[in-house]
């Protein structure tokens, strides 16, 4: 009889340290687990801004897009960049170096 019975407190004591490192082995899971949810939420998030930015954007230049060789078009590129005015304009610069 005390082979048996030094073996049933064995079996228990091996059964009480299997189930433990099991629970700290889920709980080192689930935290690992939470930590990469909330990072992958953060990147989420951000792509998310990056897009609506993009979005943005993309309608300014199709507005751009759309109005290229319409006449204001050519007309505003024509005074922006090539300083061009109709024959009867007259341009006055403020050089007093105020604005």
């Not at 080192?28 to 954007?57: C, F, G, N, P, V």
């Not at 060789?69 to 403020?94: S, V």
């Amino acid at each position: 009889m005390k082979a048996t019975e030094q073996k049933k407190p064995k079996k228990g004591l091996f059964i009480k340290i299997a189930a433990i490192a099991f629970a700290v082995y889920l709980l080192y899971s689930l935290i690992s687990t939470q930590a990469e949810i909330s990072k992958k939420q953060t990147e989420l998030d951000t792509l998310r801004q990056e897009y609506t930015e993009m979005l943005i954007r993309n309608e300014e230049l199709q507005k751009t897009l759309d109005s290229y060789g319409t006449d204001d078009f050519i007309e505003e590129q024509a005074r922006e960049k090539l300083g061009y005015a109709y024959p009867d304009e007259h341009f006055y610069i403020d050089v007093s170096g105020t604005d």
